[in-house]
């Protein structure tokens, strides 16, 4: 099973011609969040017709940068991954959260960590028959290579971080902070920031027997 993320799309993605052999060759591509930059549910829309060009199935959650009405469309699309969990065959198990954490900027998405908590507790509970469990959050988990920001402030969600100590997911993909491009392991969990699709950034991930391999384009 192979999989393209796209992160932090903020209106239109920026197509390689790398990003498109991936997305023309994955089986599903993951939306990880800032779809828009403070857009409507008809970008997303727009989003969504340019992305099936090459690849018709995709899940996705919403960032702090998309608002309450994207959230619902994608509901209404159902290929909402937020507080949900899909079985993916019987092995493979993606759930995920939209929005972020408080920033100073007073994005439209954003939450406390309980009610972060909350939607990914829902859907975790969902995925528990999986053996390659995926958490797709918009925001890092706290103090990883993927939450800090340029000034060298770790930003992510704590209880995120908490939650990967204990729980152990095989993978989590994520973006929000822009310049925390990379991976990060806590534990066993593989924390992966995928970087701007804005920018021709995404991530290719391969689940082959019960291995992963992941790959930042
Ligand atoms: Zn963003």
Known sequence: ??????????GSVKWTSELIAAAETVDTILLCGDLTSFGTPGDV???IDDIARYNASCFAIAGNCDSLAIESFL???GISLNGRGR???DSIGICGVSGSNRTPFGTPLEYTEEELSASLDAGWQ?????STRIVVHHAPPYRTKCDRTLLGMHTGVRMFREFCEKDQPE???CGHIHEARGTDMI????????????RGHGTVIEISD??????LM
């Open 75 to 77: 509901t209404d699309q």
């Open 210 to 215: 019960g291995d992963l391999t992941v790959s």
């Open 87 to 89: 079985m993916i065959g």
């Open 171 to 173: 993978l989590v993909v």
């Open 187 to 198: 534990g066993e969990t593989l924390v992966v920031n995928g970087g701007m699709a804005a």
């Open 1 to 10: 099973m192979t999989f393209l993320t796209l992160g932090d799309i903020h």
């Open 126 to 130: 969902q995925i528990q028959g999986a």
């Open 45 to 47: 829309a727009a989003i």
